[in-house]
DNA sequence: TCTGGGGTCCTAGGACCC
DNA sequence: TCTGGGGTCCTAGGACCC
């Protein structure tokens, strides 16, 4: 028998910004952008009750919320602080720590459930030393398996602990609507509840096994065991490498101007590179994405013959990619992400045993797709030179 | 005043190879 | 005459999460 926690930081953004300073406390704040576009990010609990919530944008938050304080994000130190939350609990209680996300994480702790301490004693000393040592609060959900710790961890915030054993669940788990279910988005509780599906309940019941596999595909089978509290979701304790690194802005204004979008591209795409080069990674594909004005998304990517952290080339082939696709396009938002990563250290183990390769058997040159990439860079350097002298003629 | 930004995973179709 | 089947890789889009 497991026991699994699942610790969710309570309003984590909005509380880092209330501990960092005293004149935030006891008002209603939201952390967010503070353009005419930002949405929020995070909301203290006065700021939910009067219906703020994530990714509102600001001025309907103020809208509903008039005396509602707008503080502005401060990144780095959301990280520093959720550095120091899963370090104190490898410290003080157990390393079997699975990091889900910023503000939240899974700790098996069959190990520390003796006669002496139940899971929910372990459960309230972690709460207690991550209020008294950092000075925020979270909600713990307390399970045997993530999923339905996960559940538990959202059944009561903030400061809440909640058990979600197997015989709670008609009560705890079976009355919730599914929108409250992980996993439950926007398209599938629609999906769901048209075919009169509408709560976790409704999912675990074998009579929908029909409907629900007619319409959720292969992944009807997972929910429905999900729903009965059946899950053998391990903990995944590596600390893992970044499988993408993205960046994307909004424009204060939607706009077709080339050498408007053309620095932003450049910007974001120097930013990568810095993060890319942080985790000593190499990417192979590029790729852009674009949002038009009726927020549809688009994207192009191109995978090269090798990889690269090479700034020069992220962002060629990045505006090549622009350039060729969406050139004139109205849009209101950009971005460049690369993928298929690679950590610097298996790539020259590779390439040393390539190097080896090419000494016994004297294989020929592999230059031909780095020539064929350079020309195509070449190509669109000049062909964006040429545009952007034509914005100055 | 009108809707962010960072990710992961999955799927389907097409190209290509044997 | 007329066209298999398995596998991999790449791309684009979408759902979902925080």
Known sequence: MRYILHIDMDAFYASVEELHNP????????????????????????????????????????????????????????????ERFTKLICEKFTNNIEIASIDECYVDITNLVNKKHSAIDVAKAIQNTIKSKIGLTCSIGIANNKFLAKMGSKYKKPLGITTMWQDELPTKLWLQPIERMHWIGKASARLLREHVINTIGDIANKNN????????????????????????????????????????????NDTADFIEIKDKIVELAEGITHRLKYYQQKAR?????????????????????????????????????????????????????????????????????????????????????????????????????????????
């Open 23 to 82: 004149l935030y406390r006891n008002k209603p704040i939201a952390v967010s952008g503070h353009t005419k576009r930002s949405v929020i990010a995070s909301a203290n609990y006065i700021a939910r009750s009067c219906g703020v919530k994530a990714a509102m944008p600001v001025f309907m938050a103020k809208n509903i919320c008039r005396n509602l304080i707008i503080a502005y994000p401060h990144f780095h130190l959301y990280e520093e602080l959720s």
């Open 209 to 252: 096994n029909y409907i629900l596999e007619k319409l959720l595909d292969k992944n009807w089978l997972i929910l429905y065991q999900y729903a009965n509290g059946n899950a053998n979701d391990e903990l995944d304790y590596s600390q893992n490498m970044p499988k993408s690194i993205g960046s994307s802005e909004t424009f204060l």
């Open 285 to 393: 594909t590029i790729s852009i994405v674009i949002k038009t004005f009726d927020f549809k998304q688009h994207t192009k990517a191109l995978t090269l013959g090798d990889y690269t952290d090479d700034k020069e080339k992220i962002i060629l082939t990045a505006l090549g990619l622009f350039q060729q696709h969406f050139i004139q396009t109205t849009i209101r938002l950009v971005g460049v992400t690369v993928s298929n990563l690679i950590e610097n250290n298996s790539l020259q183990i590779n390439s040393e045993l390539f190097d080896d390769y090419q000494e016994s058997k004297d294989y020929p040159s592999q230059n031909t797709e780095n020539e064929i990439m350079i020309s195509i860079n070449k190509k669109f350097s000049k062909n964006i030179i040429s545009l952007a002298n034509q914005k100055f003629k």
